[in-house]
Nanobody, 113 residues
Framework: QVQLVESGGGSVQAGGSLRLSCAAS????????VGWFRQAPGKGMEWVSG????????YYGDSVKGRFTISRDNARNTVYLQMNSLQPEDTALYYC???????WGRGTQVTVS
């Protein structure tokens, strides 16, 4: 079955960096776009970034543009989210999703103090 597993979350101070990973299995990874989303405590789900199946195009939400970078390694079935200049408002549970949101991981927590 399709599985997405996020990792790389943690606690950092403002201005720090983290790199999230989303490891996929159970489907043709290289044929699907992948997106990152986040949900802060008491708030709704926010789209963060997306990447095309071949990595040729990437997209970012306004709140992370210029600070986050999405990439993928289709040989490793993994999508990455490099997060720099983290701020307390980036604190959230971060999820990856694919196939138009049909499949989601369980999330990884990012806390910025």
């Amino acid at each position: 079955q399709v599985q997405l597993v996020e990792s790389g979350g943690g606690s950092v101070q403002a201005g720090g960096s983290l790199r999230l990973s989303c490891a996929a299995s159970g489907y043709t990874f290289s044929s699907n776009c992948v997106g990152w989303f986040r949900q802060a405590p008491g708030k709704g789900m926010e789209w963060v970034s997306g990447i095309y199946d071949d990595g040729s195009d990437t997209y970012y939400g306004d709140s992370v543009k210029g600070r986050f970078t999405i990439s993928r390694d289709n040989a490793r079935n993994t999508v990455y989210l490099q997060m720099n200049s983290l701020q307390p408002e980036d604190t959230a549970l971060y999820y990856c999703a694919t196939n138009g949101g049909k499949y989601w991981g369980r999330g990884t927590q990012v806390t910025v103090s």
